[in-house]
C-alpha cells in the first residue's frame, strides 16, 4: 500500500511541478512562514494525560508548537494557484512531527486582504507514540520506522490575508483535520 501510495503522489507531484514549468512566465510567486498555535481537538481523547500542553482537563484546546513554510505560483491571474507546504512542530505529546501538502487554491481579493481556500494531498508523520504510558492505538496511523503516519488525499486550509505595506501581508491559515482537529498558525507572506 505504501509503495501504491507513493508511485501515485510521485506522479502526482510530477504533474503538479510540470504545471508550474508552463505557467505564465511572469506569475505571482508567494512565499510564506507561519506560527502554529491552538489545536483544538474536534472529539475526546482517550490520552489526554500525554498532551504536554494541553489548556484543558480533557485536552480538547492544546497549544502546539511549530513553524509552517510555503511556495506558492497563480497558475491563472490572481485567482488560481499551486501551494506546497512544509509543517515541522512538536506534537501534542512534545514528539516531533510535521507535515507535506501540495494543492490547489481558489483566492477572492480585493484591494487589501484576501481570502483562500486550498485543497490537495496530505501527509501527516510524527514519532511513533506506541512506547507512551497510557497510549491507545485508535488505528489511525500506520507505522514504519519508528514513526506513524497518515495520508490525506484531501486536505487544506482556509487563509486570510491583510496587505501590512510593500510586499508583506499578515497571513492566518485555519487548517480543518475532521473529525480529529482543527488547527490555527500566524505569520506572513512575502
Avoid at 508550474?20 to 511572469?26: A, E, G, I
Avoid at 481537538?41 to 494541553?54: T, V
Avoid at 484531501?154 to 501590512?164: D, P, R
Wanted: with cysteine; charged share 15%; proline share 4%.
Amino acid at each position: 500500500m505504501v509503495s501504491g501510495i507513493s508511485v501515485r503522489l510521485k506522479r502526482l507531484i510530477a504533474a503538479l511541478f510540470f504545471l508550474l514549468t508552463v505557467s505564465q512566465s511572469n506569475s505571482q510567486v508567494h512565499l510564506g512562514i507561519k506560527f502554529i498555535g491552538p489545536t483544538i481537538h474536534l472529539k475526546k481523547s482517550p490520552h489526554p494525560h500525554l498532551y504536554q500542553r494541553r489548556l484543558d482537563r480533557n485536552g480538547f484546546l492544546v497549544l502546539n508548537v511549530g513553524i509552517i513554510v510555503s511556495f506558492e505560483v497563480f497558475l491563472y491571474k490572481d485567482m488560481v494557484s499551486l501551494k506546497m507546504v512544509q509543517g515541522v512542530l512538536s506534537d501534542c505529546a512534545e514528539h516531533l512531527a510535521g507535515f507535506s501538502h501540495i494543492g490547489l487554491r481558489g483566492t477572492l481579493a480585493g484591494k487589501n486582504h484576501s481570502i483562500s481556500i486550498g485543497n490537495g494531498p496530505t501527509v501527516f508523520y510524527r514519532k511513533d507514540w506506541r512506547s507512551l504510558p497510557g497510549y491507545v492505538d485508535e488505528g489511525i496511523f500506520k507505522r514504519k520506522r519508528g514513526w506513524q503516519y497518515v495520508f490525506f488525499w484531501h486536505a487544506g486550509e482556509v487563509e486570510y490575508n491583510s496587505h501590512i505595506n510593500g510586499n508583506f501581508t499578515l497571513s492566518t491559515t485555519i487548517i480543518p483535520g475532521p473529525p480529529e482537529f482543527v488547527a490555527l498558525a500566524s505569520g506572513v507572506r512575502y
